[in-house]
């Protein structure tokens, strides 16, 4: 499976983003979907997740503020980001994964695909 996310910019904190990962050569929804970041200098780090059974999970830091959806008729996820922090800059990475359990969703290493990343930026 291809990914290709896209979405991220430059904003102003408090500012809103949508991001899409848009797959195509398989169904998306045989697959766990995550959406990870990595900040300059920072590990790769986990922001929310869809598993196979449609079950959404997300990082502490983000649950109150960014969300994930599905749309499956466009193969498409999306992770919706409100209140945007400066903290929050980083490359967003979206990933897919067949085999993946619930507790492992939070783990970049059990996913199979990843797309190239959209830069988000965000202004103080």
């Known amino acids: 499976v291809q990914l290709q996310a896209c979405g991220g910019g430059l904003v102003q904190a408090g500012d809103s983003l949508r991001l899409s990962c848009a797959a195509s050569?398989?169904?998306?929804?045989?697959?766990?979907v995550g959406w990870f970041r990595q900040a300059p200098g920072k590990e790769r780090e986990f922001v929310a997740a869809?598993?196979?059974?449609?079950?959404?999970f997300s990082a502490d830091s983000v649950k109150e503020r960014f969300t994930i959806s599905s749309d499956n008729a466009k193969n498409t996820v999306y992770l919706q980001m409100n209140s945007l922090k400066p903290e929050n800059t980083a490359v967003y990475f979206c990933a897919a994964g067949q085999r993946i359990i619930q507790s492992s969703l939070r783990n970049p290493l059990q996913y199979d695909y990843w797309g190239q990343g959209t830069q988000v930026t965000v202004s103080s």
């Open positions: 869809i598993g196979r059974s449609g079950g959404r």
């Open positions: 050569g398989r169904t998306f929804s045989r697959y766990a």
